[in-house]
């Protein structure tokens, strides 16, 4: 059995709410889409295009900010570019374990949504269907509670064989509606959600952030 104490404390949960700290740390995230261009300008084989690209994501909250990670095969691109990257640290078991954790806080901003996230965590122990579940229950059941939200809808899913669940819950008896995506995929726990307000449940920028996760291996 997976022990609930051993996930439960590992996100970072309400990216309105909360203040995320940076820090650099090893392994690195997965360069943006700015990063690269900034390196091929650095390196003096960028294009005009690269500058145009530039100019258009630099502008806050426009354009979009795409994360390609080749060594945890997947892809996902936000819809704004004001994206954090930032990394915290749990000792789980007495082992140190690190958390990446993508927000892009659109609060107060004329926007669609109000966040988007992503968090990732590396978990090569856990190896069965069985194991699986338990930690997308575990995740499900400590989300409801830590928020004090009302689970709305719950949905097994799945991308690319990987095993997944798509979650939906009110926040706190309040406005705030999340709609989350959660998938495990060869030893990687992925974490995608949106936070948005009640009465924009249908905007098209939520189902565009999360269906643009993709598993590429």
């Known amino acids: 059995m997976l022990n609930n104490r051993k996930v439960k404390n590992i996100w970072i949960i309400l990216p309105v709410l909360l203040t995320v700290l940076f820090s650099c740390s090893e392994p690195k995230p997965p360069q943006s889409r700015i990063d690269r261009i900034v390196r091929k300008i650095e390196s003096g084989t960028h294009t005009k295009q ?50 990446f954790h993508y927000t892009a806080n659109m609060e107060g901003e004329e926007h669609e949504n109000l966040a988007y996230q992503l968090d ?13 579940n338990e930690l997308f229950d575990s995740q499900r059941d400590y989300l409801i509670s830590a928020t004090n939200s009302k689970l709305e809808y719950e949905k097994i899913i799945e ?56 598993i590429t291996k």
């Not at 570019?81 to 789980?92: A, F, R, W």
């Not at 990732?120 to 699986?132: A, D, F, L």
């Not at 924009?200 to 643009?212: G, R, T, Y």
């Open 50 to 99: 690269d500058l145009d690209v530039l100019v258009e994501e630099m502008q806050h909250g426009k354009g979009e900010f795409q994360i390609v990670s080749s060594e945890d095969h997947f892809k996902i691109t936000f819809p704004v570019t004001n994206v954090k990257q930032t990394t915290t640290k749990e000792l789980i078991d007495n082992k140190e374990v690190e958390i």
């Open 159 to 214: 991308k690319n064989k990987a095993p997944g669940r798509h979650l939906y819950f009110t926040v706190d008896a309040s406005k705030i509606k999340a709609t989350c995506n959660l998938f495990f995929n060869d030893g990687v726990f992925f974490k995608i959600t949106v936070f948005t307000e009640e009465g924009n449940l249908f905007n098209p920028l939520i189902s565009k952030f999360l269906n643009s996760f993709k």
């Open 120 to 132: 990732y965590m590396y978990i090569p122990e856990i190896k069965t269907r069985v194991q699986i």
